[in-house]
């Protein structure tokens, strides 16, 4: 079955970085668009950036030139470098993708920017 496992979450310092991880199994990678979305505590869930299988990328205008996504076809593997964080970044981030017409997400990985 279709997977996704991210990882790399944490506690960091405004201004600090961190760089999410997401494997996926189960499907084809390097045939699907991917995406990182993101959900704080009381609000709803947020686009942050996708990138497609010919690896163009998109970015929600509150992370641009701040985040970065990529991915690694050889290690289905997509990945979010997140740098100079705010503590409006702080939420549960999910990796996800449509497959099939059904949209998939992982277990997600909580990011907190706090001093």
């Known amino acids: 079955q279709v997977q996704l496992v991210e990882s790399g979450g944490g506690l960091v310092q405004p201004g600090g970085s961190l760089r999410l991880s997401c494997v996926v199994s189960?499907?084809?990678?390097?045939?699907?668009?991917m995406a990182w979305v993101r959900q704080a505590p009381g609000k709803a869930r947020q686009w942050v950036a996708t990138i497609n299988k010919e690896e163009s990328t998109l970015y929600s205008n509150s992370v641009k030139g701040r985040f970065t996504i990529s991915r690694d076809n050889a290690r289905d593997t997509v990945y979010l470098q997140m740098n100079s964080l705010e503590p409006e970044d702080t939420a549960v981030y999910y990796c996800?993708?449509?497959?099939?017409?059904?949209?998939?997400r992982g277990q997600g990985t909580q990011v907190t920017v706090s001093s």
């Open positions: 996800q993708t449509t497959y099939q017409y059904t949209n998939y």
């Open positions: 189960g499907i084809n990678f390097s045939s699907q668009n």
